[in-house]
């Protein structure tokens, strides 16, 4: 099959989107396909990748390498890549990994056009609450994690009970965090939280730990490397995912949850795929229940044994192969479904000229 990927981003761009697409990618490769991608990101000139890069191609050739592909695959919709589709009607497969709306949950006209032109597409979700956002027949294929990077360290002492990762932004919910610390010490359960991360509220947090009297209960580890996130990962018991808006999906609770981690992650968006056995959900934006749910997991350590027996069988749909296999049966499908619809219009054809 060949391939023909549409990433906007890449890299030396670096996002989870972008890692995304260059698992899929290599994992297209493996499996025996031929791929190209085509990016709007410049060149840093340090690239080896298994694949044909073409960095902001000219029209022409756009169209020339649409024309070759069996299957134009976008992740989200790009709307400035999908026009070479009106003259060459190939299999259009996009992956939705996010919402299509501004981030105060409008409708732009972008948006509005998006979910219009999904009609026309064979759709893989993310999430069981993205395929129920874009609200057309849709296939949900859960995302991968860098299994290679991300796994269990036995070597590392698993002696910390707490730990945040992510972006300090107020939809990421660190100081619901803070609020659901604050909580616990007030019934007596001080456990050790670790933030990893930076972002406009780092001094906003510091701040509000001060006031509630938690400070010397909190590590503010700053910006890690990726070789650093999984020892630190495999050193905490809980991953807490907060996020106060619907996440999507949620990669770092698999990463968490690949390195040993339990994860208490807000319920809404796809988040709660992610999470699947391996954790709890909670009510996005709800400190009290967060702080009830860590409760419950700190007075009794035992609980955290019975989330990670189900650790193996949550992860072995989230191998990069499997979903890789996954995305190729779509692909494959709507192949099969253009050679259909190419004959009964010549069929149709056909039988009009009689």
Known sequence: MRILIYSPAFYPSIGGLETLVSILAHEFIAQGHEVRLVSQTPSKGDERFPFKVIRQPSPFRLLKLVRWCDLFFQPNISLKGIWPLFLTFKPWVVSHNNWYTRADGRLAWQDRLKHFLVRFANSISVSRAVAAHIAVPSTVIPNTYREDIFRLMPEVERDRELLFLGRLVSDKGADLLLDALAKLKACGLTPRLTIVGGGPEKAALHQQAEDLRVHDQ????????????????????????????????????????????????????????????????????????????????????????????????????????????AYLQVFEEAIWHRRIEKTSARESLGSSRL
């Open 218 to 325: 909190i590590d503010f580890a700053g910006i890690k490397t990726h070789s650093e996130l999984p020892q630190i990962l495999n050193a905490h018991r809980i991953l807490v995912v907060p996020s106060r808006w619907h996440e999507p999906f949620g990669i770092v609770a698999l990463e968490g949850i690949a390195c040993g981690c339990t994860v208490v992650g807000s319920e809404g968006g796809g988040l709660r795929d992610a999470v699947g056995s391996c954790g709890v959900a909670f009510p996005n934006g709800d400190a009290e229940a967060l702080a009830q749910t860590l409760a419950d997991l700190l007075s009794d350590p035992g609980k955290l044994s019975v989330y990670e027996a189900h650790r193996e069988a949550h992860l072995s749909r989230h191998r990069k192969s499997e979903v890789a296999k």
